[in-house]
Structures are given as structure tokens and as C-alpha cells.
Antibody, heavy 120, light 110 residues
Framework: QVQLQESGPGLVKPSGTLSLTCGVSGGSISSSNWWSWVRQPPGKGLEWIGEVYHSGSANFNPSLKSRVTMSVDKSKNQFSLKMTSVTAADTAVYYC?????????????WGQGTMVTVSS | QSALTQPPSASGSPGQSVTISCTGTSSDVGGYNYVSWYQQHPGKAPKLMIYEVSKRPSGVPDRFSGSKSGNTASLTVSGLQAEDEGDYYCNSYAGSSGVVFGGGTKLTVL
């Protein structure tokens, strides 16, 4: 079955760029699914960041749109998140997830999550 | 983009039923049948429990059920068991605003 695994630096400096990758195993990134990023600040709730399709089409949370880009690398069967101008408020566990159907549908498979701390 | 409103906490004794609400607007919960529910245990990733308002993924016990009326969706857990304790989050499609989550409800099995 499909499994997701996040990877990337656990520490990012303020005003820097957060870069994470989600590796997809047991299935193809080029399937009919969309792929998403969700984050969770320590002790707080979940926040949708955005979603990307293997064609490169993407949709973003309006509150983060100006700082976020997402991309897909079909050769490596993975997708990525970049977030610029980070602050302490971006400290969170970042999850990658598969969307069950069309954009807006449920997140049916999740990665284990990776903690990213923004600090100097 | 406002979060959906969930009660911060809910509780019930083993064997009892508990219902968690998730209130939005006509632009999200009320406007689409894309409401999902997730269970999260401490230090773990969320797990999908209900999708498209009332559908259960394979492997999720039928003790979990979902419904929607107007702008409010609900998750009902029947026959509460100790392992049902955890945080529960709803989410909904919100059109051009994308996806919005509820603030989460901590379910305690007494």
C-alpha cells in the first residue's frame, strides 16, 4: 500500500526558507491523486497548507499563498514544499498526505510527520 | 479563512455514545459534501475515520458514523472503548478558500 515519508531540515533560521520533501512508496506520484501538506503547531490544531498534482497544478491556503510553492519530481516519485520568509509562527509538525479523490476531499494516507523549528 | 468550530472537549463512559459537532458556514460545511473526520493519538499522525460526510474507510469500526445538517456536521462514536480516546478533527472543502479544519475536540473515555 502507499506510504509517505517526509524529510528535510529540522531547524530553519528566521527569514529563511523551509524546504521539505515527501517520498511516495508503494504507488506512483503520477496517479490520479492530488498530494497535500498539512501542519500542526505544537499543542495546536491542523492547518492545510496546499495541494499539488503531478502535472504541477497547485492550490494553496490563501493565508500562506504568497510564501508557499509546491512541486512534483516524477523521476524520484516525490513532491516538495517550499515556504519562504519563515518566522517562529511557522514552527510545527509538517505532514504530507494523499487526497482521496478530487481537491477538497479527505486526506486518506498520511506521513508520520516531521518537526520543523524556526529559530536562530 | 476561519476554522470550523468544534467543542474543545467531549467525554463518555465505556459503552456509551458521544457526538462531536463541527460548525461552519454555507461556504464550507453547508455547501459541500466533503466533510471528513480524523482521529489523532499523541505523537501520531491523524487517521481518517469518516469521509464525504458519512462514509467509513475500510478498517474503521462501524461504531463511528458521520452526518450533516445544514452548516453543522457531526461525528458519533457508539459503544465507546478506551482506544477511542484522543483528539478528533473535522475538515471541509471551502471552495476557492481550499480546505479548512476544525480546532479539534479532545475525547476522554471516563
Amino acid at each position: 500500500q502507499v506510504q509517505l515519508q517526509e524529510s528535510g531540515p529540522g531547524l530553519v533560521k528566521p527569514s529563511g526558507t523551509l524546504s521539505l520533501t515527501c517520498g511516495v512508496s508503494g504507488g506512483s506520484i503520477s496517479s490520479s491523486n492530488w498530494w497535500s501538506w498539512v501542519r500542526q503547531p505544537p499543542g495546536k490544531g491542523l492547518e492545510w497548507i496546499g495541494e499539488v498534482y503531478h502535472s504541477g497544478s497547485a492550490n494553496f491556503n490563501p493565508s500562506l499563498k504568497s510564501r508557499v510553492t509546491m512541486s512534483v519530481d516524477k523521476s524520484k516519485n516525490q513532491f516538495s514544499l517550499k515556504m519562504t520568509s519563515v518566522t517562529a509562527a511557522d514552527t510545527a509538525v509538517y505532514y504530507c498526505a494523499r487526497i482521496y479523490g478530487t481537491p477538497g476531499d479527505a486526506f486518506d494516507i498520511w506521513g508520520q510527520g516531521t518537526m520543523v523549528t524556526v529559530s536562530s | 479563512q476561519s476554522a470550523l468550530t468544534q467543542p474543545p472537549s467531549a467525554s463518555g463512559s465505556p459503552g456509551q455514545s458521544v457526538t462531536i459537532s463541527c460548525t461552519g458556514t454555507s461556504s464550507d460545511v453547508g455547501g459541500y459534501n466533503y466533510v471528513s473526520w480524523y482521529q489523532q493519538h499523541p505523537g501520531k499522525a491523524p487517521k481518517l475515520m469518516i469521509y464525504e460526510v458519512s462514509k467509513r474507510p475500510s478498517g474503521v469500526p462501524d461504531r463511528f458514523s458521520g452526518s450533516k445538517s445544514g452548516n453543522t456536521a457531526s461525528l458519533t462514536v457508539s459503544g465507546l472503548q478506551a482506544e477511542d480516546e484522543g483528539d478528533y478533527y473535522c475538515n471541509s472543502y471551502a471552495g476557492s478558500s481550499g480546505v479548512v479544519f476544525g480546532g479539534g475536540t479532545k475525547l476522554t473515555v471516563l
